[in-house]
């Protein structure tokens, strides 16, 4: 009698499947994302919303993309705009954008000779024709205070923007030139969080007779700041989740049903449906994970205007 033996991998259907160290890292982004909403993390750009050394922060600036139209693209001093709605902070609500302002004149999304859209992650208004680089134009949006990102989409994360609060300098309203001269995609602007997984990871037999392990793996979050103060402010928020439990969403799942809530061109499809609605929604849970140690590893001052921390973090899953 012969015994069969299975060829095949184990806890894998196919190749493009995200698996355990992509799904902490994106479901991580979205849950610091959404934290720091409720507790506060935004701030509203009315018109006019002046810097504390002039400047406004409503005025948008023209972006020579190579992808674009001169005139086409427009940007805010800071990127990384919020989008969701229904955050649970019981001392003010994000501003939902409505239309944006040429020449003082407010321009709903699908206006016949203004149309265009949001790109939130960036920062941008991109209209479907090129306007006059002469043109006003303005914006009442939110911001996040802390940006955060994910190591491997970001290598060129240290590309860091120092002074993104200075709307008063020059340099804003001139075209490729000066502290913006850099596209947004390629501008880290401070504070930041930038999350990595490591090559560190213990197995521990959940059951007999099954597949199924306790993993534990270990995450870091970069901090980088402008300040002292937000550098420890984030080493702390972050290293007091210890023994927090995270339901993560199954990225795969969320893409087969198309229901991620920005589109490819970063415009806002579905604001309700924040993190708490994806991962509170039972068809797109993976499985969850707690935070079993935190430690701070680093905390570094390498000169007046760059402060940097790194917590790690090891997180428990069950995987099978």
């Keep these: 009698m012969s015994c069969h033996i299975p060829t095949t991998f184990q806890n894998v259907s196919h190749v493009g499947n995200t698996l355990l160290n992509s799904e902490l890292e994106s479901n991580l982004k979205s849950f610091l994302d959404w934290g720091m909403l409720g507790i506060g993390g935004w701030f509203n750009v009315t018109m006019p919303t002046y810097g504390a050394w002039g400047g406004s922060f409503d005025q948008l600036r023209v972006v020579d993309d190579p992808s674009y139209t001169l ?3 427009w940007e805010s001093a800071r990127k990384d705009w919020v989008w969701e709605t229904g955050v649970p902070y019981t001392g003010g609500s994000p501003i939902e954008i409505s239309g944006v302002y040429i020449d003082s004149t407010l321009q709903a999304t699908g206006d016949a000779t203004y149309g265009h859209h949001y790109n939130y992650p960036l920062g ?17 949006y939110s911001y996040r205070n802390v940006q955060t990102y994910i190591a491997d989409q970001a290598p060129w994360w240290d590309e860091l923007q120092y002074n993104s609060m200075r709307v008063d300098d020059s340099t804003f309203s001139q075209i490729s030139s000066g502290n913006w001269g850099i596209l947004a995609n ?80 970063g415009m806002a499809i579905s604001p309700q449906y924040n993190y708490s609605g994806i991962v509170n929604t039972s068809d797109y849970q993976f499985t969850s994970a707690r935070i079993t140690d935190i430690g701070v590893t680093e ?22």
Excluded: C
Excluded at 127 to 132: E, K, M, Q
Excluded at 198 to 214: D, H, I, W
Excluded at 299 to 320: D, H, K, P, Q
């Design 124 to 140: 941008r208004v991109v209209f479907d024709t090129a306007i006059s680089t002469t043109s006003t134009v303005q914006l009442e």
């Design 71 to 73: 005139g086409q693209v």
């Design 299 to 320: 905390m570094e001052s390498y000169n007046s205007r760059l402060y940097e921390g790194t917590v790690r973090a090891s997180f428990e899953v069950i995987f099978s």
């Design 186 to 265: 390629h501008r880290v602007q401070m504070p930041a969080v930038v999350i990595e997984t490591v090559p560190r990871r213990t197995y521990q037999p959940y059951e007999l007779g099954s597949a199924k392990n306790f993993i534990t793996q270990d995450v870091l979050f970069h901090i980088v700041a402008e300040s002292r103060w937000w550098r420890n402010q984030l080493v702390d928020i972050i290293s007091v989740q210890k023994d927090k439990t995270l339901m993560l969403y199954d990225s795969d799942k969320l893409a087969d049903a198309g229901a991620f809530p920005l589109d490819y061109r």
